[in-house]
C-alpha cells in the first residue's frame, strides 16, 4: 500500500550550532523532491549518534581541546559564528539532521530507474565526486551538508541509498542503526585489516560504534576485549566480547594485559581517546595497528614517537567511507554474524529528551528515532 507524497512534512530543524535549544521540531517543513540522479526516501527510523551531536555543539572546531562530555553537548561550546564548524566546509542553517537512515524510496529523478520505488534502503551517509576513485575525499555528510533523516522524507544522491534485501530479518529501528554506527565500525576494521587471530581491544564497547566492533571483530574470529563501565558487562559479553574491562579500573591497561597472559595486543579500535590512549598503546605488538574514529574521553592525547616508530605501529584515522564498507557490514547482517543493538526507540517530536538520555551513556548500542509515520509502521 503507497500513500500519496505530501507537501509538507514533520522534521527537526538544526537552527545554529550550539545547545538543545537549537533544535525545532516543526510540522510545516517543505518535502524535498529528487533531483535529476536522486532518490526521495521516506524515512522509517533514523539513528541518533555522536557524530550529530557532535556537529550541532560545535564539538569538531579544534578551538574546542575537551571531549564530549554531556554537559558541552547539550550547551554547546560556544562554536556559533559562520565558517568555524570544521567539517572542511561549514554548515548552512536551518539544517535537517540525521545520518543513521533507513527507508523506502518514494520516488526517483531523471535518470534513476524508477523501478527502484519500493526498495528498503539505509543511506551511505558520504558523498562522494564521481571523479573519486579512492573514496577518501567526501563532498558531504548527510545531516551536516546535506539535509538527513530527522525528518519523513530525505533526498539523497541514487547511489548513496543502499538496497537491503527484503528477507533481511531486522525492523526499521535496527536497520537505522547500521549507516553512521554500524558503517564507522566495518570502516575502521575494514581500514586497520581486521583479520582472524587478531587481539583486538575495543574501547567504548558499549556504544552504538562499540557494540558493532565488537561482533565485527568477533565474527571475524578475533580475540575481543571490550572496554566499558561495569554496570554493562554482561551485555556487552552477550554481544561476543571475550574479556570486559572495566574502564574505571584503577590500571585498566593493566587489566587487560592480564586478560591477554600477557600477549600483546594487534589491534585497538578507539572511539574514546583522552587520557587511556598511552597506556593502551603500550600494549600493541611490533607492527600493531591502532584506528581511531572518535575521541569522546578527549582529543588531546600523548604519543611518544618512539613508541610508533621503533614498534612499526601503524595508524589510521576512519571517517570516510570504503565502498565496501556497507556491503560488507550487509553481508554479515544477512548470515546473522552480527545483531544492531538498539537501546530504544522514540518518537522523533521527543529528540531532546532522547540526546539527553544518549549523553548520559546508561544505554547499550544505540538510540532510534521514528517520524510520524504515513504508511506501515516501524
Known amino acids: 500500500m503507497t500513500h500519496p507524497i505530501p507537501t509538507h512534512m514533520a522534521a527537526v530543524l538544526l537552527t545554529g550550532y550550539g545547545g538543545l535549544d537549537k533544535l525545532q521540531y516543526r510540522e510545516d517543513v517543505p518535502v524535498p523532491r529528487p533531483a535529476p540522479g536522486e532518490v526521495l526516501i521516506q524515512v522509517r527510523a533514523a539513528g541518533i549518534n555522536n557524530t550529530d551531536i557532535n556537529t550541532r555543539s560545535g564539538w569538531y572546531n579544534q578551538a574546542v581541546k575537551t571531549g ?49 520505488i519500493g526498495e528498503r534502503v539505509i543511506c551511505d551517509p558520504y558523498f562522494h565526486a564521481q ?21 519523513q522524507f530525505t533526498v539523497v544522491p541514487a547511489g548513496n541509498a543502499i538496497t537491503v534485501a527484503h528477507d533481511l530479518p531486522l525492523t526499521d529501528a535496527q536497520l537505522a542503526t547500521v549507516p553512521c554506527s554500524g558503517g564507522t565500525a566495518m570502516n575502521m576494521m575494514l581500514m586497520a585489516g581486521l583479520c582472524a587471530g587478531d587481539r583486538v581491544l575495543v574501547t567504548g564497547a558499549s556504544g552504538g560504534v562499540g557494540s558493532f566492533l565488537v ?51 594487534t589491534l585497538i579500535a578507539d572511539v574514546v581517546g583522552g587520557d587511556a590512549f598511552t597506556p593502551y598503546l603500550e600494549l600493541l605488538a611490533t607492527g600493531g595497528r591502532y584506528v581511531t574514529a572518535g575521541a569522546i574521553a ?25 565502498r565496501d564498507a556497507l556491503p560488507a557490514l550487509l553481508a554479515l547482517l544477512q548470515r546473522g554474524a552480527v545483531l544492531p543493538a538498539v537501546a530504544d526507540v522514540r518518537p522523533l517530536a521527543d529528540i531532546c529528551q532522547a540526546q539527553r538520555e544518549f549523553l548520559d551513556k546508561q544505554h547499550i548500542g544505540s538510540k532510534v528515532l521514528l517520524p510520524p509515520s504515513l504508511a506501515r509502521p516501524a
Open 215 to 265: 561482533q565485527i571483530a568477533r565474527a571475524s574470529g578475533a580475540t575481543v576485549i571490550a572496554i566499558c563501565g561495569a554496570s554493562k558487562r554482561e551485555a556487552v559479553l552477550a554481544l561476543g566480547a571475550h574479556h570486559v574491562v572495566d574502564r574505571a579500573a584503577s590500571d585498566p591497561a593493566g587489566a587487560v594485559r592480564a586478560c591477554l597472559g600477557d600477549a600483546p595486543l
Open 298 to 322: 578527549g582529543p588531546m592525547v600523548t604519543l611518544d614517537l618512539r613508541t610508533l616508530y621503533l614498534k612499526s605501529l601503524s595508524f589510521f584515522g576512519s571517517s570516510v567511507y570504503r
Open 131 to 151: 571523479e573519486d576513485t579512492t573514496s577518501l575525499e567526501s563532498t558531504g555528510f548527510l545531516g551536516a551538508h546535506r539535509d538527513g533523516g530527522f525528518a
Open 68 to 116: 564530549t562530555e554531556a554537559e558541552g553537548a547539550q550547551s554547546g561550546f560556544a562554536v556559533e559564528h559562520a565558517d568555524s564548524g570544521d567539517w572542511g566546509s561549514d554548515i548552512r542553517f536551518p539544517r535537517i539532521q540525521g545520518a543513521d537512515v533507513a527507508g523506502t524510496i518514494v520516488a526517483v529523478g531523471t535518470g534513476v530507474d524508477a523501478q527502484r
